[in-house]
């Protein structure tokens, strides 16, 4: 089922970007960034306040900053204040500028969470929009297994029992990283990506049937799981049917769609004596082969045809 994630709050983009916060009188618990957008107020510090983007993350940088240094105290608490009364969710301060108290002051009158960082003002920027976008990015749940494999991220899919999570320990036990178990969270970061991670409560977990939740990270180390992962490669496992016709040469690149993003899918036959694992890392694999310009199969072809116009 398709779902945005409506918001982000602002105690998580503190901790996951590091930054200072400067108002710790203000209460966070319920604050939060809902675009993925962020707004520099240059227009907004000298009174032009139409078309101003309020919702979005606000970022001060040297040019705003010395702006506002260079005024009088009366006309820099006026145009602050014009600024930060708007409704707008936090200010970043960046490049290690610094707010006055006067304007802190105005911060807490307003509940306007402020925060500092010692990044770059492009930097900074940079690494808001990209960590937004991905948190704000189109999300579904999908029942499958997120495996890394050899740097491609495969995702497992098929019928409950058919045996996806067998294979992916197995690919762990075979060095490989665990992304998720049973229910996968796939993100569309952009037009050509998909990010896959797990919920919070099943991550580094498998569940095998008969014996129970097995935790990854604990028996097998933090080296054999990961917590994101872009979807590169799909491949669905079904039951053997003698009477389906399977595609044996790989011509025919087959595609499966998420969140109107096209992944290459294969399908998979199950039958007693598969190894799965083996399966897996050998797709993987072929899969980054064609991406590097190499297709198995268009060469067996090229030579078959060859050998047939040898001997006319």
Known sequence: MNNRNNK???????????LRNLTPEVDLTDKAVTVPEINRPALQLVGYLKHF????VQIIGYVEFTYLEQLSKEERLVAY??????????????????????????????????????????????EVIRWLGVQLAPCISIHGVLVDVYGEGVLITGESGIGKSEAALELIKRGHRLVSDDVVELRKVSDAT?????PDITR????????????????????????????????KLEEWDKDKEYDRL????????????KVVCHSLPIRPGRNLAIIVETAA???RQKKMGYNAAEELYKRVQANIAKNR
Do not use: W
């Open 81 to 126: 204040e014009r600024f930060i009364s708007s409704k707008i969710p936090c200010v970043i301060f960046s490049t290690m500028t610094q707010p006055t108290e006067d304007m802190l002051e105005l911060a807490v009158k307003y509940g306007v969470p402020t925060f500092g960082t010692d990044k770059t003002t492009s930097s900074l920027m940079a």
């Open 204 to 235: 580094h977990f498998i569940e095998l049937r008969g014996i129970g939740i097995v935790d990854v990270k604990t028996l097998y180390g933090v080296e054999c799981v990961k917590d994101t992962q872009q979807i590169d490669l799909v491949i």
């Open 8 to 18: 982000v709050y602002l105690s998580k983009m503190v901790q996951e970007l590091g």
């Open 250 to 261: 790989g011509l025919q690149q087959e595609y499966i769609e998420y969140l109107g993003n």
């Open 285 to 287: 694999v072929n899969h």
């Open 194 to 198: 998909l990010v896959g991670s797990a």
């Open 53 to 56: 983007a309020y919702e979005r």
